[in-house]
């Protein structure tokens, strides 16, 4: 977004920390397309496992879905990209994505509401000849 100041979504604490975090992760897991696979897969295996205790209701799916979110900002990292204008991105997509659903909704809930239950013998089309 060239111009235009990016909010700061994560303070610089959390900012070093996930640095910190991907500088180790990359060591260990490797380099390049090798740590983005490995991400990928970790990213999987925690959506899986979230998945798997919530619906025990099993109140540890929180603590996973934070590790999620760390491994999502590694995987902004891995390519590159500012956290806090990827986040800035999404939080405008998000918003206008959920107020066209919500406004599509009111708009076919107001149609429905609109119409007739029975059709009239004057609401028919007329054929012509």
Not at 39 to 61: C, M, P, Q, W, Y
Not at 68 to 81: D, N, Q, S, Y
Not at 82 to 106: M, T
Request: charged residues 35%; aromatic residues 6%; hydrophobic residues 30%.
């Amino acid at each position: 977004m060239p111009g235009k100041k990016i909010r700061k979504s994560f303070t610089e604490y959390s900012r070093e920390r996930i640095k910190r975090i991907h500088g180790l992760s990359s060591e260990y897991n490797g380099r390049g397309g090798k740590h983005t696979e490995k991400l990928l897969f970790l990213v999987r295996e925690h959506a899986r496992e979230i998945t798997s205790l919530h619906a025990v209701r099993d109140g540890h799916f929180v603590t996973e879905t934070g590790d999620l979110l760390v491994l999502c900002l590694e995987l902004i990292l891995e390519e590159g990209a500012d956290p806090d204008a990827v986040i800035e991105l999404c939080y405008g997509r998000y918003h206008s994505k959920l107020k066209g659903l919500i406004d599509r909704r009111k708009s076919r809930n107001g149609r429905k509401k609109c119409q007739p239950a029975v059709r009239l013998p004057q609401d028919r089309k007329i054929s012509r000849g």
